[in-house]
């Protein structure tokens, strides 16, 4: 019987192992290079997706200005000289701005042309003269220069989407249209600045006087009713749960259907929501309290789970301790449990309702979609929200209005940004570890 040699034995194992490490290394190598690899491509999307939407909007942030010299005829503002407000706010500004635009071009004398140039600027140059007019009474009978906004084709023309290269036909402007807009800009009559309406306006049909306010207060009312109705309640269902429910099959069942009810899609929400508080509640469509409250039950489980996780994390010697020297359970939940929790809860709550901010779904089903001018002045009052205004302006046929979605886009991801930075800077600030 032949014998193996121990030192042949020795090497054979060694080599095994060796090559079993070199295995192991080389799968050690491929997994983090598959990490990398995720990362950059993360990375790449998340660039290609700012710089797209960046270079899209940026130019929404300045509006192209027209400068005209109207003279307030007494006879046509107050020809009875009284200054009365009523006579003053109903008086004919839009005959006074197209006789400023024939003065300008006193060679267009058809039809037809005048009406292409009283589009060269936008219908909102009637009301910005008629506010001018009632804020300063003494204009009348006086020549005054102001600038007005331009027409959203105008707008275009100047940032250079419009393609003068392009054949007339081809064009929305022709080819008289834009020799009238280059003689403005030869005689310094045009302009760009920043767009002030932009963030001070609400919606409107026309792109150059549309803006986010409406919206942007819509918003922050739905979140206000949102946060009230979810943070209380979420926080007291996360105590009871953690700290007080007994481990039988009810509270494993309410366990799994509130981790189950943060994976539902949100459009299931404003189902609900249509069915409970607009058919059996019958409160008021487009309003931000049912927005609010639909946001709030899809934004609950969330709460609720980040919450129970944050009590989770106190470690029990902090319990014992204020157990053992004579503090009612209630009393430890409260003054050292919920205090010491409370930064993860606030992390939680915050990424919730930065999730409910960027949901368009739920508001759609309940009847948010609608288009509405006005800003909201309460929680009743018809209003919009910003996902949903996007995709308002996303759907309109205007080149301008591509360039505002672009830009209201940028608007909500710096929200959004901003809410996850401060659930972030909470979490470093207030967060201890044992």
């Known amino acids: 019987m032949s014998k193996k040699n121990p030192n042949m034995l020795g090497n054979s194992t060694a080599t095994r192992v060796q090559a079993g490490l070199k295995k192991r290394y080389a799968k050690e190598r491929r997994f983090r290079f598959y990490g990398v690899l995720a990362i950059t491509l993360s990375l790449l999307f998340l660039s290609f997706l700012f710089i797209n939407i960046s270079s899209k909007g940026y130019t929404a942030f300045q509006q192209t200005f027209i400068q005209i010299e109207v003279y307030l005829d007494e006879n046509s503002i107050d020809p009875e000289g009284s200054r009365d407000s009523n006579t003053l706010s109903s008086a004919n500004y839009g005959g006074l701005v197209k006789s400023s635009l024939r003065s300008l071009f006193p060679d267009v004398k058809k039809r037809k042309d005048k009406k292409k140039l009283y589009k060269l600027i936008s219908s909102g140059a009637t009301f910005q003269l008629r506010d001018m007019v009632m804020n300063d009474p003494t204009l009348i009978g006086t020549t005054t220069r102001m600038w007005v906004p331009a027409d959203d084709d105008y707008d275009m023309l100047m940032k250079g989407h419009i393609d003068r290269t392009l054949p007339e036909d081809e064009r929305r402007l022709k080819d008289q249209e834009v020799a009238w807009f280059d003689h403005l800009i030869e005689n310094d009559q045009v302009k760009k600045s920043f767009n002030i309406t932009f963030f001070t306006a609400g919606d409107s049909r026309e792109p150059e006087l549309a803006g986010i306010w409406g919206a942007l207060v819509g918003s922050l009312l739905t979140l206000f009713i949102t946060l009230i109705i979810c943070f209380p309640l979420g926080v007291a269902t996360a105590v009871y749960l953690e700290e007080f429910a007994p481990q039988n099959r009810w509270t494993d069942l309410i366990e799994v259907n509130i981790n189950n009810l943060a994976a539902v899609p949100s459009i299931i929400f404003g189902l609900l929501g249509l069915a409970i508080f607009i058919n059996v509640f019958h409160l008021p469509r487009s309003a931000p309290i049912l927005g609010g409250l639909v946001l709030a039950l899809m934004t609950l489980p969330t709460i609720i789970i980040a919450s129970r996780t944050a009590l989770k994390s106190v470690p029990p010697s902090i319990r014992q301790a204020s157990l053992a020297i004579g503090a009612s359970k209630m009393q430890t939940i409260m003054y050292h449990v919920l205090p010491l929790a409370m930064p993860g809860m606030l992390t939680g709550t915050i990424i919730g309702m930065a999730q409910a901010l960027g949901e368009t779904a739920p508001l759609l089903m309940i009847g948010m979609v609608a ?60 967060e201890k570890r044992w």
């Not at 800003?375 to 009052?381: E, H, K």
């Open 371 to 430: 288009f509405i001018v006005d800003i909201p002045a309460g929680v009743t009052d018809p209003a919009t929200v910003l996902p949903v205004q996007i995709f308002l302006w996303a759907d309109s046929p205007e080149r301008a209005f591509v360039e505002k979605t672009s830009a209201a886009i940028m608007v909500l991801l710096a929200f959004l940004i901003t809410m996850n930075s401060l659930a972030i800077f909470l979490r470093k600030r207030f």
